[in-house]
């Protein structure tokens, strides 16, 4: 094996950390624009759209929306995905991996895909337009694979013979696993919930068919502002969610570490 010269290692990593974050640091900056459009360089800087932001209550509520569908969707992944695991880490039976090929479905297929086929199916057999509660059913869809791969993975991790253990000491397996088994997946759940919210929470393709006027996320507002204005404001929206982004995978990768969250994302 050829051995490479030491710095070209680490000035690689610079070169692709660059490219995914400038980007980023455009928008950023863009969102401190004192211009009545998006240009880059600014031709000054100041806070007038993060104060546009403030008092614009189409985005507010979009937002709030969003969160809230997020949480519930993240709380139904988290329902659903952690018997999942269960299931597929702790028992070998007939049918694993047929539900391990459900539970990871749609991780597979196309959001655009999914979208349509969730529409046809409200429209078709509900007979009627995506709901709320809809909405957070099939988002809570699209995040299982998220809760249910990392949540097994911290199931992997754990040592059955405490477990045994305590059931040696009389504990029943309910008790086992309330008081020994959940305690130990605590930080695999919260990252499991983290994750599940922030892909919820920036789902654009689902969303795009599920919502109504009355019932659009704050990715869809945004899609819906940036077709018929070119101000900063949705660069000042983004700087936003980009802060807020920063700190749930902060976080995340605190409680999981960051290479257990990208194998789960896999």
């Known amino acids: 094996m050829r051995r490479l010269r030491p710095w070209i290692g680490p000035l690689y990593a610079i070169l692709v950390i660059a490219f995914l974050l400038s980007p980023l640091l455009i928008v950023i900056v863009v969102s401190f624009s004192a211009d009545e459009f998006v240009a880059f360089p600014p031709a000054g800087f100041s806070l007038r ?27 139904i992944g988290l329902v659903v995905g952690l018997p999942t695991a269960l299931l597929l880490v702790r028992y070998r039976w007939r049918a694993d991996m047929a539900l391990r090929a459900l539970a990871l479905g749609p991780l597979i297929l196309p959001e655009v ?20 509660w809809y909405l957070v059913v099939a988002h809570g869809l699209i995040v ?66 599920l919502t109504s006027p009355g ?6 507002r945004m899609y819906e502002h940036a077709t018929y204005s070119s101000d900063p404001l949705l660069a000042a929206i983004s700087a936003v969610l980009i802060v807020l982004g920063m700190a749930f995978m902060l976080l995340i990768g605190r409680l999981r570490g960051f290479g ?5 994302s896999r």
């Open 49 to 75: 759209w993060f104060e546009a932001l403030r008092h614009n209550e189409d985005m507010l509520r979009a937002f709030l929306l969003s969160a809230e569908v997020a949480a519930l969707a993240a709380a």
């Open 113 to 132: 895909l999914l979208g349509l086929a969730l529409l046809q199916f409200s429209e078709s057999v509900l007979r009627q337009a995506p709901q709320f």
């Open 144 to 209: 299982l694979p998220f809760c249910v791969q990392m949540i097994s993975n911290a199931l992997t991790g754990l040592n059955l013979e405490v477990e045994d253990a305590a059931q040696t000491l009389g504990a029943t397996p309910l008790q086992t696993f309330w008081l020994v088994t959940l305690p130990s997946l605590r930080n695999g759940v919260a990252s499991a919930l983290l994750l599940s919210f922030i892909f919820s929470f920036d789902n654009v393709a689902i969303s795009l068919f």
């Open 215 to 220: 019932l659009a996320t704050l990715p869809i």
């Open 260 to 264: 257990n969250v990208a194998q789960s």
